[in-house]
């Protein structure tokens, strides 16, 4: 069964949130790849997980790293589509490689999306997705509009503001591209907690 929208899982760091988010039908899976986050996810680790999935693609999430130190980590990462990068300044050396690239913008301010306005035509001429969060805006009718005026011009994914009872229509008043929900820890090996995920993810299902 698919998904009414395009979904990005980020910060996977479990089997458990692999394989339900594999079994209903998500776009992207992302995984920390940098040393030291406490959502690392080792090659090992990551090629052990990856073993039991298919049909999505999956992202290599970077927070600090040099492009240089980027390149030289996802060798050692089999499959990877996309790289993730929080600093725009990152893209111009990435963007020329074979991998597709994700901006991740952490918005504190309505100010911020502005300025993305300005710049989104540029990440679409870049073939950049961007992908919003934030911790502290709400998604109410000024920063709507702002994030439906990026999303006219490039791809954008939507991170925050997301509800199970209200995700359909913010992707219908902001006509961005899709989501991103970020995965989280396991209770213990093998239980976890998918309440808030699950039902976002259960709203969004195609009904036969």
């Known amino acids: 069964m698919a998904l009414k929208t395009f979904v990005k899982i980020s910060t996977v760091n479990n089997l458990s949130d692999a394989r339900y988010c594999a079994g209903m039908y998500v776009n992207l899976m992302g995984f920390n790849m940098e040393e030291g986050n406490k959502d690392y996810m080792a090659p090992e680790k990551y090629q052990?997980?990856?073993?039991?999935?298919?049909?999505?693609?999956?992202?290599?999430?970077?927070?600090?790293?040099?492009?240089?130190?980027?390149?030289e980590t996802v060798k050692n990462y089999k499959g990877l589509s996309y790289l993730q990068v929080n600093e725009e300044a990152l893209l111009q050396m990435l963007v020329?490689?074979?991998?597709?690239?994700?901006?991740?913008?952490?918005?504190?301010?309505?100010?911020?999306?502005?300025?993305?306005?300005?710049?989104?035509?540029?990440?679409q001429e870049n073939d950049v997705l961007l992908l919003l969060e934030s911790e502290n805006l709400e998604l109410n009718g000024d920063a709507s509009n702002l994030v439906k005026e990026i999303a006219e011009k490039?791809?954008?994914?939507?991170?925050?503001?997301?509800?199970?009872?209200?995700?359909?229509?913010?992707?219908?008043?902001?006509?961005?591209?899709?989501?991103?929900?970020?995965?989280?820890?396991?209770?213990?090996?093998?239980?976890?907690?998918?309440?808030?995920?699950?039902?976002?993810?259960?709203?969004?299902?195609?009904?036969?």
Do not use: M, R
């Open 154 to 208: 490039c791809e954008v994914l939507l991170g925050f503001g997301l509800e199970a009872n209200t995700v359909e229509n913010v992707l219908k008043d902001t006509g961005v591209k899709g989501i991103a929900i970020k995965g989280g820890d396991e209770i213990k090996p093998g239980l976890k907690d998918f309440d808030e995920l699950a039902d976002i993810l259960e709203a969004l299902e195609e009904e036969d």
């Open 48 to 71: 052990e997980l990856t073993e039991w999935l298919s049909g999505l693609e999956y992202v290599g999430e970077f927070e600090a790293s040099h492009p240089d130190g980027i390149l």
């Open 96 to 123: 020329n490689t074979s991998y597709k690239l994700i901006l991740k913008q952490e918005i504190q301010s309505l100010g911020e999306l502005e300025n993305l306005v300005t710049k989104a035509q540029t990440y």
